[in-house]
């Protein structure tokens, strides 16, 4: 991630008045927040400074990432999937504020669906479902009545050898920590470091304005999770985790569906407890739902809910 200091402001005034008539929305899922760039020809091209630029809080619109709406066949990585998934006609093409290309978005995913379902992009009644294209493969998103539930594929361990038997495969220390702390690295398309902190003074007190320090970092860097597990952990069969995150390409978020993801199955798989299948992740910016769906394979799918928002329409002046 580039530190703030480094910003170079003329770059991305440039890249803005290279962008002068563009027509955006602005939107956020449980605060998660992007700007949607409608590109349904894919005719527009997004340099990673444009993307810096219109991510930027002070000099451009001002978001978490940038997620251009396209068809997809107009992008290899659309084409691909199309092979397997004819129905997937639709690509999210997402980018972290800093102009870095990210396999997935939990939280961005249901942004992106709204946006086709209330645009008249697509007909999508609450109870229906649309497949649509994303780096990390094809996913099954639901309406419901008030939100949007993604079918997230299975999580994995990011180094299966590493982890499988084990309860951490790293230390993670961050600003307000006193020591390092020991994290297990999962899968969810994209990567996740998860670190459980003893309560929620730990949450509130840590300062994630500064990256957190992983040890070892894996390969393609790391959104790293902070949870505090509740106590008692579960209530009418519901188990329940507080998380602050650190986004690879962002900073904090208010946060990240993925992530969600990725810290109800490490607690999960800490409780050992397999047979709990829902999970309540509260973030600062609201709370999202993850379930569990055992598959014949012993593998399992996750599904993600929770709200979208879209926010205004603007263009680039
Ligand atoms: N906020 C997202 C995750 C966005 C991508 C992430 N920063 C990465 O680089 O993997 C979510 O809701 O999942």
Same mark, same amino acid.
């Given at each position: ?212 320090? *992983? ?12 949870? *505090? ?34 810290? @109800? ?5 800490? @409780? ?36 979208? @928002?879209? *926010? ?6």
């Amino acid at each position: 991630m580039t530190p703030p200091i480094a910003r170079d402001p003329d770059r991305l005034r440039t890249a803005l008045d290279q962008l002068s008539g563009l027509a955006y929305t602005k939107g956020h899922g449980t605060g998660n927040d992007f700007v949607l760039v409608p590109d349904l020809d894919g005719e527009t091209e997004l340099s990673p400074d444009h993307v810096e630029a219109l991510c930027d809080r002070h000099l451009g619109v001002g978001a978490d990432g940038l997620i251009r709406v396209v068809g997809s066949t107009h992008l290899i990585e659309g084409r691909d999937l199309l092979a397997e998934h004819p129905e997937a006609t639709w690509f999210m093409d997402y980018r972290n504020a800093d102009g870095s290309v990210a396999e997935m978005c939990g939280n961005g995913v249901r942004v992106f669906v709204h946006y086709l379902a209330t645009r008249g992009l697509v007909d999508l009644a609450p109870g229906q479902t649309l497949t649509i294209g994303t780096r990390a493969g094809a996913r099954a998103v639901t309406r419901l009545e008030d939100g949007y539930s993604t079918d997230m594929g299975p999580w994995d361990y990011l180094d299966p050898e590493l982890a499988k038997e084990r309860a951490s495969d790293s230390l993670v220390l961050a600003a307000g920590l006193e020591d390092p702390r020991p994290a297990l690295s999962l899968s969810l398309g994209n990567p996740h470091t998860v670190v459980a902190l003893p309560d929620e003074g730990d949450l509130q007190w840590l300062d994630l304005t500064k990256e957190p320090n *992983v040890d070892p970092v894996p390969p393609n860097g790391t959104n790293v999770e902070f949870v *505090v597990p509740a106590d008692p952990l579960f209530h009418e069969g519901v188990g329940r985790v507080q998380m602050r995150v650190h986004e690879r390409g962002v900073g904090e978020t208010q946060s990240c569906g993925t992530g969600a993801c990725a810290a @109800a199955t490490a607690v999960r798989l800490w @409780a050992g407890d397999r047979d709990a299948l829902q999970w309540r992740v509260g973030v600062p910016g609201g709370t999202v739902g993850v379930e569990f769906l055992p598959q014949p394979d012993g593998s399992e799918r996750v599904l993600l809910s929770g709200p979208a @928002a879209l *926010v205004f329409d603007g263009t680039m002046a």
